[in-house]
């Protein structure tokens, strides 16, 4: 089985910065894309971010340009750097993979999530 291990959650001020890292362990054969998604209370869980196998990224609109996404793909783990952030980015971070753990079978793994809190 595979586990996805999220840190770097944290409580920040409004303007500050954080950055998320996601580790993957256990058998894996090959990751395709990696994402980020936030839910905020009484709300559905979000796109943050996502990036392909191949570097290609994609980001919802309300992060663009404050948000960057990142792979090391030999360390199997996926990173978000928060800059500029707002009372609006408060949520519960989850990563997301989707990784074959035999060459013909891919599941989409989920991490337990870490807690952004940005203070006004």
């Known amino acids: 089985q595979v586990q996805l291990v999220e840190s770097g959650g944290g409580l920040v001020q409004a303007g500050g910065s954080l950055r998320l890292s996601c580790t993957a362990s256990?058998?894996?054969?090959?990751?395709?894309?990696m994402g980020w998604y936030r839910q905020a209370p009484g709300k559905q869980r979000e796109l943050v971010a996502t990036?392909?196998?191949?570097?290609?990224?994609n980001y919802a609109d309300s992060v663009k340009g404050r948000f960057t996404i990142s792979r090391d793909n030999a360390k199997n783990t996926v990173y978000l750097q928060m800059n500029s952030l707002k009372p609006d980015d408060t949520a519960v971070y989850y990563c997301?993979?989707?990784?074959?753990?035999?060459?013909?079978?891919?599941?989409?793994?989920w991490g337990q999530g870490t807690q952004v809190t940005v203070s006004s």
């Open positions: 990036i392909s196998s191949g570097g290609n990224t």
């Open positions: 997301n993979m989707e990784a074959y753990t035999i060459p013909t079978l891919r599941y989409v793994f």
């Open positions: 256990g058998v894996i054969f090959r990751i395709d894309s």
